[in-house]
């Protein structure tokens, strides 16, 4: 199975500020990779599909990169709606593995 | 707009079984894989369960295998979990999910809609 390892897993930040976090495949998934937000109560958010490519309704201070086993997201000015956790999956095979989550919280 | 709701939750005893489902509309059912992802309260998402279009490819996850069983009526636009043989540490929130790309199943590009989730407890 692959295995999606992010980090940090706790980010401190303040609205304002450029974010990023990082998510690392234990094997090459070429760009099967999506990232999520979820708030609390709440159904996590579909952000980017294919790596780095925004789903259609995001904000454009998201942003995805990478491919192979290294990706990032990124937050380009973090507002005050953007406090929440954000996971990563892999697309390339199953099982659909996620990511651990990294939240993000306000400093 | 697309929905997705879930039902067929609550509390259940270990070793009993519980059959989940899910509601779509929206969207063309028939076109779209669909999953099951849950998720502990306070804790990560877990994938669980995946069934392709036509029910012809599925998977699970190693956590569930040989005691869960996902299941589709295209007809009815609906998605079920039928969950056997239940464990404590199956209790989470279960989420139905689907596929972002119309026919996917062995690569994928996301899931981009998720329903608001069905709690199971398992005790």
């Known amino acids: 199975d692959i295995q999606l390892t992010q980090s940090p897993s706790f980010l401190s930040a303040s609205v304002g500020d450029r974010v990023t976090i990082a998510c690392r495949a234990s094997?090459?998934?070429?760009?099967?990779l999506a990232w999520y937000q979820q708030k609390p109560g709440k159904a996590p958010q579909f952000l980017i599909y294919?790596?780095?490519t925004l789903q259609s309704g995001v904000p454009s201070r998201f942003s995805g990169s990478g491919s192979g086993t290294e990706f990032t997201l990124t937050i380009s000015s973090l507002q005050p709606e953007d406090f929440a956790t954000y996971y990563c999956q892999q697309f390339n095979s199953y099982p659909r593995t996620f990511g651990q989550g990294t939240k993000v919280e306000s400093k | 707009e697309v929905q997705l709701v879930e039902s067929g939750g609550g509390l259940e005893q270990p070793g009993r079984s519980l059959r989940l489902s899910c509601a779509a509309s929206g969207f063309t059912f028939d076109d779209y894989a669909m999953h099951w992802v849950r998720q502990v309260p306070g804790k990560g998402l877990e994938w669980v369960a995946g069934?392709?279009?036509?029910?012809?490819?599925?998977a699970y996850a190693d956590s569930v295998k040989g005691r869960f069983t996902i299941s589709r009526d295209n007809a009815k636009n609906s998605l079920y979990l039928h969950m056997n043989s239940l464990r404590a540490e199956d209790t989470a929130l279960y989420y139905c999910?689907?596929?972002?790309?119309?026919?996917?199943?062995?690569?994928?590009?996301?899931?981009?809609?998720w329903g608001q989730g069905t709690m199971v407890t398992v005790s």
């Open positions: 294919a790596a780095s």
């Open positions: 069934l392709s279009w036509n029910s012809d490819s599925m």
């Open positions: 094997q090459d998934i070429s760009n099967y």
């Open positions: 999910a689907k596929e972002r790309t119309f026919g996917s199943w062995t690569e994928g590009y996301g899931f981009d809609a």
